[in-house]
């Protein structure tokens, strides 16, 4: 530190600031590190943050705040390193003995016993001590405003004002004597001119000239935090108890050594605007109609926006949306992508794809690219990636430990990283839990957006690695009413914040689309509701939505359609009626069960007469059990059975084979001469095969059209005579002439009687109109909107029933609604607040990552186990390779054991949690360690509380005893 910055102060301040710590020498290597040094080491970190990882559009919009270019580098590095101000009080400084002493020697000192008997934590502190500092400095009302909250929410969770307040009024917490206010001005000036900011009150030069929207807000909340974490990495900042040596220049050696070590790094920075060659470039050929109507679209929106893209399956969505992306990403400062996914299932491959996208968009950007979900660990490309870097092998506090000094019992988070080996994947520090939203590019479930729109711990490092980047979301349509609630708040806040944002779908319910463009906009106005209702229907199919703010902030949309690539689909519609039972079972034993597996063993005796490939759609898992039964006695080796709880092995073997055998003809592959394949609403998305007939439960017609779209889906495909025209049979529920139909209680349960009801209409309507009956997927928007639209669809004898249907089924969704926003990150009628202050008022804190799934997913939880085989010396994983005596697995076992994995229905989840934990070999494994083991006996069969399990190699996991479904 250069001598003549003293010059402002008084003698004791050099031995005050000498004395103040901020980390302890248990937790900075050994030596103390001084307060002012741990200041100045985060505001190197945030300096480094800048140049090699801010996205470009967070620079512009920075020096904006600060008052032209290159002025926002400065200004972000002080928001960062003022942090922890609230140090320097008494509370916080009597928790080390040693740094007690210091202090007290230097001649602060306190009321011992008031400040004992209290906790007052240093973050709430600092807000109090900036809030004052800033008043002196005449800082407008509007700008103290927004940047305290930064300070008080460092530790994950935003503060009221009135919550700034010491316990029982307290004031020797905060250090109410002249001294002590003295040191506090005294550290954050000197701070302050350590940045470069200069004059008799270089707090005044700090103020900005503007307030940033609250998303912005959220985003540099994000940003304090994660310089707080890397510049409290014991190994790269030891302590430094010398004053002499706590200097900035000093602090950006240290901060730059750390990055490096650390491997961290930025997406694909400011990049050049695609030209009409590059979609050839990135994908081996030109882009079809549709995708060149998304590009068209985006470089025709004046400024970042929501793009709707609703198009059939097998149109090449997700290559428009990558399009789209980096043409967006380069009109618009984007620095990378997040792509969520619905189910872990389908991220995995979209995982793959991903990556081969940005193998050609730059070198070495493939390998930033972090898979998100909870069970990325079974994804053997993500596992070899990390191969020889290992995961999860170490805790975060053990390197960050000193991050929490005050933090009275914080908890131990799991880290994912450890030394050694070519790292593949994203740096070891952004794996962490709360992290991986960090990481350059991401792929992961849609939840990981959800979480971004709760009221929890931390959202704002999950705002800031979203902000920034272009969001895509695919299959939106399966996201439910009370996923929604998330989904809309979550576009609230990228719509504030100026994220481009693509939303995949195959087809939309008005309603929907209008929903998901109006909290979009809502975002950008700042406005608790948007001013735009309007919203044009398209006029075709495939087509394009596009909503942005224009210049003076009213929205702006473009509209537009065109034709897709393949030629409409005459498909016929035929009612597979179900004979009523008395019973619906959830084994494979049962009245119903019975009664509908002859209805399809006679369909398909008379439709495979010369063969052909068939796709069978159950709604539950025990119905396609039981299909799979009756037809594999019928057909024998020519059926399969695809379903949630097949275990991992099984099902990827299965799936594998399946999407080989009726997947886009291959050379080398013969297509079978009949193969049947029973599945349940895994079928539905992301599974590209080609069925020569379809039959299929019940479902929403938005889900029923989902379907459909395996129906034959590639070109060049040999049928038989009989199923030469596309066919769907739909059953699951039973006519009566009478009245409406009877529709299985199973279904009614996950959907709703009133949405069945009326696709039910429609569908005995086209079924009556014979063949070619529905055109698809021209068609596809209007049996939507016919659906889920308010005009009469069902036959009048119906109307009684349909009628109170809706009742019940609004009452449903209001409900749900309800449910969901207690959680939602903004309260009602908050969404126009100018701070975060109180954005965690009524909060959720720390989650385990199953209970973040709860939070944003409706319904029941429900658990993953890993199933071995018992037998009397030890364990062995499900392929039959043997474990130690306690299930001891050594590394090349690990994959065998995992295969074992499958879900347990929701009813088994509390006895699971009860009785199961992992083996005690697993007690000190990376990866097993946390998982929960069922041990099956030499005939694989299992007792869980009430319920008696029995895997089976060709069924899968089967489900006896407890109570009856209801």
């Known amino acids: 530190m250069l001598e003549d910055r003293w010059q402002w102060y008084p003698p004791e301040v050099r031995g005050w600031l000498g004395a103040l710590w901020g980390k302890s020498a248990g937790r900075a290597g050994g030596t103390a590190n001084l307060l002012l040094s741990h200041m100045l080491d985060t505001a190197a970190v945030a300096e480094v943050v800048w140049d090699r990882y801010l996205p470009p559009v967070t620079q512009w919009r920075l020096d904006a705040l600060a008052g032209g270019a290159g002025k926002g580098r400065r200004l972000f590095s002080w928001l960062c390193g003022i942090h922890d101000c609230g140090k320097a009080t008494p509370v916080f400084q009597h928790l080390d003995a040693a740094g ?79 001294l002590w206010k003295l040191a506090q001005s005294a550290l954050v000036e000197v701070f302050t001119r350590e940045l470069g900011y200069g004059g008799e009150s270089p707090l005044a030069a700090v103020e900005p000239l503007g307030v940033p929207s609250r998303a912005m807000q959220l985003q540099l909340s994000g940003f304090v935090v994660m310089a707080d974490w890397i510049a409290s990495d014991e190994r790269h900042f030891t302590g430094v108890s010398d004053l002499a040596r706590v200097t900035m220049p000093q602090a950006r050696q240290r901060a730059a050594a750390a990055w490096s070590s650390l491997e961290l790094r930025g997406g694909w920075g400011a990049l050049a605007v695609p030209g009409p060659e590059t979609f050839r470039d990135r994908f081996g050929h030109g882009p079809r109609p549709s995708q060149e109507l998304v590009l068209d679209v985006v470089r025709r929106m004046g400024g970042p926006g929501l793009v709707i893209v609703e198009a059939p399956m097998g149109e090449g969505k997700t290559k428009a949306a990558l399009a789209g992306a980096e043409l967006m990403a380069a009109r618009h400062g984007a620095d990378g992508v997040f792509l969520g996914m619905p189910t872990q299932t389908t991220t995995d491959p979209m995982f793959t794809q991903v990556r081969s996208w940005l193998r050609e968009v730059g070198e070495g950007l493939e390998d930033q690219v972090a898979l998100l979900h909870g069970k990325r660990m079974f994804n053997k490309e993500w596992r070899g990636l990390l191969e020889g870097v290992g995961e999860w092998g170490q805790s975060a506090d053990s390197l960050y430990s000193s991050v929490g000094e005050d933090e009275f019992g914080m908890r131990t988070d799991c880290f994912d990283g450890c030394e050694g080996g070519e790292r593949r994947a994203p740096a070891e520090w952004f794996l962490g839990r709360r992290r991986g939203l960090l990481s350059p590019f991401a792929v992961g479930t849609v939840d990981q957006l959800l979480y971004t729109a709760t009221r929890t711990k931390h959202v704002m490092l999950r705002m800031a690695g979203l902000v920034g980047k272009v969001v895509i979301l695919d299959e939106v349509h399966a996201v439910d009413v009370y996923m929604s609630q998330f989904l809309l708040e979550g576009l609230w806040w990228l719509g504030q914040a100026g994220v481009p944002v693509v939303l995949l779908s195959a087809t939309l319910p008005p309603e929907q689309r209008r929903r998901l463009v109006a909290a ?216 009566d002439d009478d009245g409406p139909p009877q529709v299985l209680r199973a279904s009614e349960g996950i959907y709703g009687r009133y949405l069945l009801l009326r696709t039910a209409a429609v569908v005995e309507l086209a079924a009556k109109a014979g063949e070619g009956a529905w055109s698809i997927p021209g068609q596809v928007p209007d049996l939507v909107a016919r659906v889920y639209g308010t005009d009469p669809v069902v036959p009048a004898e119906w109307a009684e029933v349909e009628a109170r249907a809706r009742r019940d089924w609004e009452e449903r969704q209001a409900k749900r609604r309800s449910e969901a926003a207690q959680y939602v990150l903004t309260r009602a009628g908050e969404h126009g607040e100018p701070t975060l202050a109180g954005l965690h008022f009524g909060a959720h804190g720390t989650l385990a990552e199953g209970q973040f799934e709860a939070l944003v997913r409706d319904g029941d939880r429900s658990v993953e186990v890993v199933l071995v085989r018992r037998a009397e ?65 030499e005939h694989g069969v299992a007792v869980l509380g009430d319920f008696r399990l029995r895997y089976d190699d060709l069924l899968g996991l089967v489900v006896s005893g407890g109570r009856p479904y209801q």
Request: with cysteine; charged share 25%; proline share 7%.
């Open 873 to 937: 010396n030890g364990f062995s994983a499900m392929t039959g390779r043997r474990l130690g005596p306690n299930g001891e697995t050594a590394a090349e076992v690990v994959d065998d054991v995992l295969s074992g994995t499958v879900r347990l229905p929701a009813r088994l989840t509390v006895a699971a949690e009860q009785a199961l934990g992992p083996l005690p070999g697993w007690r000190d494994h990376p990866w097993l360690r946390y998982s929960m083991a069922l041990a099956l006996d």
């Open 520 to 735: 979009y906009l809502a975002g950008t106005q700042s406005a608790e509701v948007s001013a735009m209702l309007d919203l044009p229907e398209p006029e075709g199919y495939p087509s394009v939505t596009a909503a942005w703010p224009g210049q003076d902030g009213s929205p702006e949309l473009l509209v537009e359609s065109t034709e897709p690539w393949r030629e409409d689909l005459q498909v016929r519609v035929e009612v597979l009626d179900e004979p009523p039972a008395r019973t619906e079972s959830r084994t494979p034993q049962g009245d119903a069960g019975a009664a509908a597996d002859v209805t399809v063993v006679d369909y398909l005796r008379e439709r495979l007469v010369d063969g052909g490939c068939v796709l069978v759609i159950r709604n539950t898992v025990a119905r396609a059990q039981s299909t799979f039964d009756s037809l594999h006695r019928e057909f024998g080796a020519d059926v399969r059975l695809l379903h949630g709880r097949l275990h991992a092995g099984h099902r990827a073997d299965r799936t594998q084979e399946v999407l080989k055998l009726l997947g886009p003809p291959t050379q080398g592959v013969e297509r079978p001469d009949r193969l049947i394949v029973v599945a349940t609403q895994l079928a539905e998305q992301s599974f590209d095969v080609d069925a020569d007939l379809l039959i299929t439960d019940l479902a929403p017609i938005d889900l029923l059209l989902q379907r459909i779209g395996r129906l034959h889906r590639h070109d060049g495909v040999k049928r038989p005579t009989l199923l030469s025209r596309p066919t769907v049979a739909v059953t699951g529920g039973h006519l």
């Open 100 to 178: 007690e002493a210091a202090v007290r020697q230097a001649g602060l000192t306190w009321d011992k016993y008031a400040v004992k008997a209290s906790s007052w934590r240093h973050d709430k502190a600092g807000a109090r001590v900036l809030r004052a500092l800033l008043t002196e400095a005449t800082w407008s009302t509007e700008q103290i405003g927004w940047v305290w909250p930064l300070v008080a929410g460092h530790h994950g969770l935003i503060p009221t004002l009135g919550q700034l307040s010491p316990p029982k009024k307290n004031e020797n917490l905060q250090g109410s004597s002249r």
